[in-house]
């Protein structure tokens, strides 16, 4: 089962999501999930465990990590994956984490409390650069 909580964190509304299996199984499931937060939660803000995700989504070749980087851009959100990315430490994805967590939508952090300052600090670099989103 998976539970989406939209919840003051840090001062800010995050949708707090807790899968126990995967749900986000291709990027029309993802930018459905997206477009739901954000009119039915009122928060373009998430924090999702790495369980949500196919095995596809680990690996950069697919594509897919990459079609929902850009779903979620579409959509205005900001994303931090929560988890152990041990597992992953060598190849492609390692690539594809690094750069993700130098930007401005997606994260991938140990804990909700991290995800919490990582989305917090994209905010704020948002308004210091004066991007709209």
Known sequence: MTMIDVKPV?????????ADDVFLKDEDTANQFFVTVKLQGGTNLIAINQEAFPTKFWDPTTGFPGRVLDRLIQNG????????FNTYAGGPFLDFMAEANNGFNLFFVADEDTAAARLRNALEDDRKLDRHV
Not at 10 to 18: C, F, K, M, P, T
Not at 77 to 84: H, I, L, P, Q
């Open 10 to 18: 840090q001062g800010l509304d995050i949708a707090v999501v807790n």
């Open 77 to 84: 959100m900001k994303m931090a994956v929560v988890g152990d």
